[in-house]
């Protein structure tokens, strides 16, 4: 059992939500990133999510196009991600981490070589978005037999077909998209998002979590009341974004023990 699917057993038996959280590597400075990941296991997250900076992200609303333009003007590279990554599990061996970025810097790394670095520096999951998964069965296999998780996006839009093509290649958990657009925009439909998860649960049997659109205790406790989990990202880089460097780890913290707090409520 991986370290995610252990996570999210443990949180069932405890009558839980996950929490999950996204920054990218390398924002707002890359002597930040190791701390911050320390600092949101602190403020209660269970599962993190390390973007993979890239000049392209598609999936992104603006600010996590703007948290993947300062990384990249540092430099930040894959082998620095999996650097970063090695750090943090000196001291934490348990917090189950992803990779979340695109498939361009894998294929410049080479697909067996990253799934060989990712595993070798603690990696546990990848959520590749512009990996289809009907593509995916190989790079899932080879995942999977290094005991990391592949993980796929479902949309509002995701077929039936392509539904089932998700649950036979991911592990882990699923990633429910709630809204049509990027990250950071618009406002959720629970009631829609009940539905299109009780719609996906008859094919697919993981853990599903929901992002996009989550920026507060309130949402993630309405969006915790159907869904094994939530994800924040864009929510937390404005923070970071509006917070002197010297107090990030605090802030960051403090905000992601709010929505702790909400969910657990």
């Known amino acids: 059992m991986s370290r995610i699917q252990t996570t999210f057993s443990q949180l069932a038996e405890q009558k839980r939500k996950a929490l999950i959280t996204f920054i ?17 296991v602190a403020g209660g997250v269970d599962i993190l999510e390390l973007g993979v900076p890239f000049s392209d992200p598609m999936a992104e609303g603006p600010v ?7 990384a990249l003007k540092f430099g930040i590279s894959t082998h620095d991600v999996l650097g970063y990554v090695r750090e943090f599990r000196k001291t934490n061996s348990h917090t189950p981490i992803v990779l979340m970025g695109y498939a361009n810097p894998i294929e410049r790394f080479g697909v067996d070589a990253f799934i060989a670095a990712a595993s070798e520096a603690g990696v546990d999951g990848t ?9 995916c069965e190989e790079f899932s296999q080879k995942m999977q037999a290094q005991g990391m998780d592949p993980i796929f ?7 039936e077909e392509r539904i089932r093509q998700v649950a036979a290649v991911s592990s882990g958990f699923c990633y429910y998209v709630s809204l049509k657009g990027v990250t950071g925009a618009g406002h959720i439909d629970t009631a829609e998002v009940a539905e299109r998860i009780a719609a996906i649960r008859q094919h697919v049997k993981l853990p599903i979590a929901v992002g996009f659109g989550i920026r507060d205790g309130a949402t993630a406790r309405t969006v915790g009341s159907v ?19 010297d107090k990030a780890c605090e802030a960051v913290q403090a905000f992601v023990t709010d929505i702790r707090q909400a969910l657990d409520a």
């Open 64 to 70: 996590i196009q703007r948290a993947c333009e300062r």
């Open 153 to 159: 996006l479902l949309a509002p839009t995701s077929s």
């Open 127 to 135: 959520i590749v978005v512009d990996y289809p998964p009907e593509e």
């Open 227 to 245: 869904a094994d989990g939530v994800v924040i990202g864009s929510r937390i880089i404005a923070e970071l974004e509006n917070t002197p460097h």
């Open 24 to 40: 990218t590597a390398g924002d707002p400075a890359p002597e930040l990133t190791v701390p911050l990941l320390h600092a949101l």
